[in-house]
């Protein structure tokens, strides 16, 4: 499958492109977003996780310049950022908004390579802001394989999903792990991505298209927690970490115990990580689970293995919402649908459905009733197909 090509979009980058930096050659890129099957909040605690890349995105229009100068363009946002490389520091700031992530790209890319040459860019993206399908993630990709094109570096695609992790991680300052980026930079169409973040290593497992089809259901709640909360979990598994470490063995990831060596310490962690830490162990066993059912072709017990995440996500884990609760519970008392959970750090956004092909519309019926009359609101719909990993356009 090739990568979407967007022509409208294609078409929107380019004009803008031309009309705030002239006239003259320039070079486009594209890099996916994601969806995650399986393995919510694993990926920083050293877990392992099944994510998909998709056939939406983030397109790129770029042009190398002769000094340091950086100029960002969005057409989705409205912030104009235009700044010389020693103005961008270690770490982002609320003048940059959207623009941190290519700048903390950049700047990451310049500590790698020691390219420090600016450049002029317009981005635009297919994927709903905010929303758990890792648009920044894949905006962070397009960035680093622009910035490796233009400069020839030609770094392996794994470099460049981590270049685009430091950036997330420390100049955004958002203490995600590597699975966003890694989904984007290395995805395949036909296949979703068994990820053991604790490596990382890598596989490919098959995914059908033509048995089970992937439907996002949008709450339109942004995700207005999603960082603090997400910080906020992060650190209360590592505490959870810590006294597994001291009580049971040294281990180097949360990931790496059993349920058995959680509920050993469940008195010595105190509830609220002893919870944390249950999610963890359960959700890696859910993800095992998943990628035999995916090799065994089982979308049955595929869809048991998302229920049982969701759960376990709003109730252990508490990166739910009642948005997000309601529109999966009412997806699942569809016939046509093998499972449904949340999707991306949770508190709003998206949530996936998997469900037999030809039932989407049945489904987004029945839910946007359901969610209609609860909250008054429009839910949103996407019928998503498996994507590539990023690729330089004609």
């Known amino acids: ?41 694993l990926d920083y605690n050293g877990g392992d996780v099944l994510p998909m890349a998709v056939d939406r995105g983030i397109y790129l229009a770029i042009r190398p310049r002769s000094d340091d100068r950086l100029r960002l363009r969005s057409l989705d946002q409205k912030l104009v950022v235009d700044v010389d490389a020693g103005q961008v520091g270690a770490r982002t700031r609320p003048a940059f908004g959207w623009a ?125 927690l999603a960082k603090s909360g997400f910080n906020e979990r992060v650190a209360q598994c590592a505490s959870a970490h810590e006294v597994l470490r001291t009580h049971v063995r040294d281990l180097p990831h949360l990931a790496s115990y059993s349920l058995a060596d959680v509920e050993q310490c469940r008195s010595a962690m105190g509830e609220t990580s002893y919870r944390r830490a249950r999610h963890v162990a359960t959700e890696m066993e859910r993800t095992r689970t998943a990628a035999l059912a995916l090799r065994a072709h089982d979308y049955q017990r595929l869809g048991q293995c998302l229920n049982s995440s969701h759960a376990s996500a709003s109730g252990d884990y508490e990166v739910s919402c009642d948005e997000l609760d309601v529109i999966t519970a009412a997806a699942r008392s569809c016939d046509g649908v093998f499972g449904s959970r949340l999707t991306g750090a949770g508190f709003g956004g998206c949530a996936i459905a998997l469900l037999r092909p030809g039932q989407a519309e049945v489904v987004q019926e029945h839910v946007a009733t359901a969610f209609r009359s609860r909250f008054g609101v429009e839910p949103g719909f996407d019928l998503l197909r498996n994507g590539t990993g990023p690729v330089e356009l004609g």
């Open 1 to 41: 499958m090739n990568a979407p090509t967007a022509p409208r979009l294609l078409d929107a980058i380019s004009t803008r492109f031309r009309a705030d930096f002239g006239d003259g050659p320039f070079r486009r890129f594209f890099a996916p977003g994601r969806i995650n099957l399986v393995g919510a909040h």
């Open 100 to 224: 941190g992530y290519p700048l903390g790209v950049w700047q990451c890319f310049r500590e790698a390579t020691g390219h420090a040459a600016g450049f002029e860019a317009v981005f635009a993206g297919d994927l709903p802001m905010a929303s758990g399908l890792s648009s920044s993630a894949a905006i962070e990709v397009v960035t680093a394989l622009a910035l490796d094109t233009l400069h020839g570096t030609r770094l392996e695609r794994q470099q460049l999903a981590l270049i685009a992790h430091k950036a997330e991680n420390g100049f955004v300052g958002v203490r995600c792990g590597i699975m966003d980026q890694f989904a984007s930079a290395l995805g395949r169409a036909g296949q979703v991505l068994l990820l053991h973040c604790a490596g990382p290593r890598w596989e490919h497992v098959p995914f059908d298209p033509t048995a089970c089809e992937v439907l996002v259901l949008d709450t339109r709640k942004p995700r207005l």
